[in-house]
Every structure is written in structure tokens, then in C-alpha cells.
């Protein structure tokens, strides 16, 4: 299984994308053996959290009908923005580079802590919710801070 259908094989991989990818298998990534990663960032704890919680949070954004747009946009806006920013800050070549978009997604981190503030304390969230947010982005954070700290 690759990401909740079948893998076709390698070869078929090649040809449907029109290029040749390098492709990459880690065995001890927990999610099951010969399980395939196509890009660096995937293999990063703190891309595979924040794209978790980023996904929980877009599932919410589109169910609450009630929110007000701008609060919903600019809450999709900074969610979307942790995991594009690691995906970018992984795919550049110099450190300081790196370390920009690592800064960049830890203030999209920070701007959702905001928002989820906002939208408990207008009784949008149930605490379960807030802490289920709160908790997770705070985790993010600080592997992003240690991420930028140990960029190399």
C-alpha cells in the first residue's frame, strides 16, 4: 500500500510522471516495511506531525460552516504554511536558506496557536479540540526550533 491505494510498480512510476525518479526505501520508518519516500521532507518527524495536524485542522475548517471567511482563510493560510514552509526549507541548498523557511514555519506555527485561542474563546473549539491544537502545534514548534538549531 502507498498512501491509501496501491503502489504500481517502479518502473510504471517512471513512465507516468514522464521523468526518472529516485526513489528511496526506508525499512525502519514505522510505517511498514518497503514503504517508499519520494522526497526528504517526508521523512522528517516534524513534516509528518505537522501535515497530521494540518489535515485535522482543514478537516474542521471545512465542516465549521458558521466561521467568519476571514478567520477560516487565514487559519488554512497558516496551517498550509508549517508544512510548505519544512517541505521548502528541506529542499533548499545552504544552511541559511534552510534556516529561513524552518523561522518561517515556526511563525505559521505561532499564528495558529493565535487563531485556535480566538476561535476558543469564541466557543468555535471545545476544549478537546483546543488541546488536541494547542498540544500539537506547541510539540511542532519545538522541533522546529531544534531543527534550526541543528542545521548544518
Known sequence: MYRGFESPPLRELSVSLGVSVSVRKF???????????MFDFERLEVYRK????????????????????????QLKRASLGVVLNIAEGVGRVSKADKKHFYTMARGSVFECISL??????????????????????????KMLLSLFRNTK
Request: with cysteine; net charge negative.
Open 27 to 37: 525499512w525502519d520508518c514505522g510505517l511498514g516495511e518497503g514503504f517508499i519516500w
Open 50 to 73: 505537522a501535515h497530521a495536524l494540518t489535515v485535522s485542522m482543514l478537516r474542521l475548517l471545512y465542516v465549521e460552516k458558521d466561521l467568519d471567511p476571514y478567520m477560516k482563510d
Open 116 to 141: 485556535v485561542k480566538v476561535l476558543f474563546d469564541l466557543k468555535t473549539l471545545n476544549k478537546s479540540q483546543y488541546d488536541q491544537f494547542y498540544s500539537g502545534y506547541e510539540e511542532i514548534s
